[in-house]
């Protein structure tokens, strides 16, 4: 009887070991091809894997929760485009004065209008919402750049905000 | 249409089938006593089903809920939108900068020389509070701050209209959303009052949303509305006056035994919204309508029900149009063929036809289509399949959303309410704390002399502002002219007009082969030339011509003589600042033999709303000069043809302010 319990519990050892890698790799390979597919119906194919796989709760996420995600992508780039326009605001570049509280009124459209309608409207599911905050915001991104003819000491951030915001708008119309 | 078997293809890799290795000790089990080799296998069966259960699971999370799988299904298998003419394009190239038009090619030799300093090259104009604060309008109905965006369940009521509306008492954005609630004794002076309904259920915890009002034959009113849960499924329930005596209807009690409706199966969660006002079916049961949608195909939903609180979901659809996407705010109702008058909503047979209305989601336009309702087998059959719902006619080519109509008994008409969007960018509504408008109600009906189009027009009760007026009798405009029309200040005004193209020079125009080949929205707007057209007024426009917002017809000629007529709306100069919507609206409107062209324009502030030919084809569009705002709007009569000198008349009144105004008991009506 030992011998049959010793063959069994091997026999149990040896399926688990050479299914359970295949069972996390066939997760894996769903989420990658949820993502990878999502990401392609975007103008921005780069910025759009960059950014849902950069948060592990992507994994796992449906269309609704990668947009969600690309929602908080959107939030960080913000930031950072306003703490750099303060930075600049503090360090008293006159010629840009105009151009930089331009752009920070701009900016605190989107972070207290665009990403707050998009965030609610995707959880609240009414995502043509979404979609119009997300295009929006990269509307502002783009004014802001404008503000500077051509001499914009935000251009990498102006474009980063742009760039989430068109793959966030393209990811929800997915939803709709 | 997507097949959801395509789906299925990220499912098919080797791991959802389990690979069972060879057994090394197989062979030496068969050597074993028997009651061994039985227990063995049972052990191993045992294992088997342990393992794909743990293989399962893991599949199962991986592809999580069926309402994912059918969108997901219809990721893989949709299209991108089509570009240009979409209002969903990416925002780069919704945002075109206007390229400097520098000199609209003939509009005037006035205008060559004067308009020198173009500011559209890309530098951005600062917005002030003077300009913002005049957007405003006079004799729109807008909540005093914040967001709104759709009408809700409009009824009229022991002597009072009430309008609801989807409201944001937090901000200029949508969000948290609300009912909001105003009377008026005649669709034009509203006094708000306070929020009919919040989110104070479990049931509308994440939205107070839209929904219809039904006015039962013993007077009783019952509203259904859409709530999304604490867990945001998309549910109907049912609310009722608190106290049926006050004529204000201040108080409204939601029904205990809400949700009254639950997506029902093989409906997605949060594709089931916006229930109808309910009309009366022959075997006496009320019936509402909701729209829905099944992959990509936009579908209406049918429910029975005797009390408004349980409903019998009837098998079947009462209408579906392939490629639509979700339909938003359904409306369905009757029109006569007969008299001018509305029909109540549960009117049929012989001299009615039915119309059915969608928003569709995917392009936020309005849709309808004229056709038959069959009660027998609960269906609408579009009199033109080819311009079916979401494929064809639209009540409005401009900004116009989540419309819905309501029967008024006390004047036999049916009135439609739209919501209008901002044009404009977020920073300007943060900036001045409000977003968003509804038209001026609307009385619809048959057009019985086309018999395919309704009629819209403004409600009667909007002539109450007109103020002192100003006539201009046959007003010629030869090819490329502009002619000032002096009304002194055109911020407030509703002009009448009428247009005739010279008749000796009309003949002599040369036909054109493809007589649709105009598009308003392709088009260069009014600096297009063409033989017939663009001729029209210049509303919202400066002295300098800096600024102005043409509503034009552009009329070409078929090889058989007769003319096809389009009616637009043209945003491109319409202001310097380059943050703002500049498409050109409209659409194709019939002019029927013997009729001139004629107009009505409502210009109030930042909105201008078009009507052509009595109402066949309707333009509204959201409009923010920075010049021609108060005393410097001005009103021009513009010819941009190259072949032919029209003939204009037209009656311009100075309009009222409407005084929307919070309800106070102690003021009188």
């Known amino acids: 009887m030992t011998n049959l319990k010793t063959i069994t519990i091997f026999f149990f050892f040896l399926i688990a070991m050479t299914s359970l890698p295949s069972i996390i790799h066939c997760r894996t390979l769903n989420d990658d091809k949820l993502i990878e597919s999502t990401c392609r119906r975007t103008p921005n194919y780069n910025v759009c894997i960059q950014s849902l796989k950069a948060n592990p709760a992507s994994s796992g996420a449906d269309v609704n929760g990668l947009a969600q995600i690309m929602v908080k992508v959107m939030t960080s780039k913000a930031n950072d485009a306003i703490n750099l326009i303060h930075q600049l605001q503090r360090s008293g570049s006159s010629s840009q004065k105009t151009a930089l509280s331009s752009c920070a009124s701009k900016y605190n459209a989107i972070l207290i209008g665009d990403i707050p309608q998009a965030a609610e409207a995707l959880q609240k599911g009414d995502p043509k919402f979404a979609e119009d905050g997300s295009n929006d915001a990269a509307n502002e991104a783009t004014f802001c750049e404008n503000e500077f003819n051509g001499k914009s000491p935000l251009t990498k951030q102006n474009n980063a905000m742009h760039d989430v915001s068109v793959v966030t708008a393209a990811i929800v119309r997915n939803l709709l | ?669």
């Not at chain 2, 393992?51 to 893989?76: D, K, M, P, T």
């Not at chain 2, 609180?309 to 063929?337: N, Q, R």
């Not at chain 2, 639209?394 to 009135?415: I, L, P």
């Not at chain 2, 030339?529 to 078929?558: C, H, I, M, Q, W």
Request: with cysteine.
């Open chain 2, 1 to 669: 249409m997507g097949s959801s078997t395509t789906s299925n293809e990220s499912n098919d890799i080797p791991c959802s089938y389990i690979p069972v290795p060879d057994s090394p000790d197989a062979a030496g089990a068969a050597v074993e006593p028997r009651r061994q080799v039985k227990g063995l296998f049972v052990i191993f069966c045992g294992m088997l089903v342990l393992i794909s259960l743990v293989a399962f699971n893991g599949y199962y999370r991986a592809s999580n809920n069926g309402h994912e799988q059918a969108s997901l299904a219809a990721a893989l298998t949709k299209i991108i939108v089509e570009e240009s003419g979409s209002e969903t394009v990416p925002a780069s190239s919704r945002w075109q900068q206007a390229a400097s038009r520098g000199v609209s090619a003939g509009v005037s030799e006035k205008t060559n020389r004067l308009f020198s300093s173009s500011n559209s090259n890309g530098e951005m104009y600062p917005w002030n509070n003077s300009m913002l604060s005049w957007q405003r309008t006079a004799f729109h109905f807008q909540p005093e701050k914040n967001w709104m965006n759709d009408p809700n369940g409009p009824l009229y009521y022991k002597g009072w209209y009430h309008f609801f509306y989807q409201y944001n008492p937090n901000g200029a954005i949508w969000g948290d959303i609300v009912w909001g609630h105003a009377i008026s004794r005649d669709l034009i002076h509203w006094q708000h009052l306070p929020l009919a309904m919040v989110a104070d259920q479990w049931y509308d915890k994440n939205g107070v949303w839209t929904g219809s009002a039904t006015i039962l034959p013993n007077g009783e009113i019952i509203m259904l509305y859409t709530g999304s849960t604490n867990e945001s499924v998309q549910v109907q329930n049912l609310a009722y006056p608190a106290d049926p005596s006050d004529p204000l209807l201040i108080d409204w009690v939601k029904y205990p035994s809400n949700p009254v409706l639950f997506p029902p199966p093989g409906i997605g969660a949060t594709d089931f919204r916006d229930p109808t006002t309910a009309w009366l079916t022959s075997q006496g049961k009320w019936r509402i309508t909701i729209g829905s949608k099944l992959n990509k195909t936009g579908i209406a939903l049918v429910y029975d029900t005797v009390d408004f609180k349980t409903y019998e979901k009837i098998e079947g659809l009462l209408h579906a149009v392939p490629k639509t996407g979700m339909w938003e705010c359904v409306d369905f109702f009757p029109v006569s063929k007969e008299v001018k008058n509305g029909l109540d909503t549960s009117i049929n047979g012989a001299g009615v036809k039915h119309v059915m209305k969608v928003s569709l989601d995917d392009d936020r336009h309005d849709y309808y289509a004229i056709g038959t309702y069959d009660e027998k087998n609960v269906k609408f059959i579009a009199d033109d399949v080819k311009n079916d719902v979401g494929i064809g006619l639209r009540y409005d080519y401009g900004v116009f959303y989540a419309s819905k109509t309501f029967f008024d008994d006390s004047k036999a008409r049916r009135v439609l309410w739209g919501w209008i969007g901002e044009s404009d960018a977020e920073y300007a509504d943060v900036a001045k704390g409000w977003a968003s408008l509804q038209g001026i109600p609307r009385t619809v009906a048959l057009d019985t002399k086309t018999g395919s189009n309704l009629l819209q027009w403004p409600v009667a009760e909007v002539e109450s502002l007109r103020l002192r007026s100003d006539e201009f009798k046959d007003l010629k405009a030869k090819p490329g002219s502009v002619v000032p029309i002096d009304v002194g200040t055109a911020t407030q005004l509703d002009i009448v007009a009428e247009f005739e193209i010279e008749k000796e020079e009309l003949e002599k125009v040369t036909s054109e082969s493809n007589v649709d080949k105009y598009n308003c929205e392709s088009s260069g707007g009014a600096a297009q030339r063409g033989a017939l057209g663009p001729f029209g007024l210049l509303v919202l426009a400066d002295d300098g011509l800096s600024e102005y917002t043409p509503v034009y017809f552009y009329v070409v000629k078929g090889s058989d003589g007769n003319l096809k007529t389009s009616f637009c709306s043209d945003q491109s100069r319409s202001s310097v600042a380059n943050d703002v919507v500049k498409k050109t609206f409209g659409s194709f409107v019939p002019v029927l033999e013997g009729e001139k062209f004629s107009v009505r324009i409502l210009v109030d502030h930042s909105i201008v709303e078009s009507f052509a030919q009595g109402g066949r084809t309707t333009v509204t569009s959201r409009v923010y000069p920075t010049r021609a705002i108060y005393g410097a709007a001005r009103l021009f009569l513009f010819n941009n043809a190259t072949d032919v000198s029209i003939t204009a008349s037209l009656k311009v009144w100075q309009m009222n302010s409407a005084f929307i105004r919070p309800y106070n008991p102690d003021q009188s009506n």
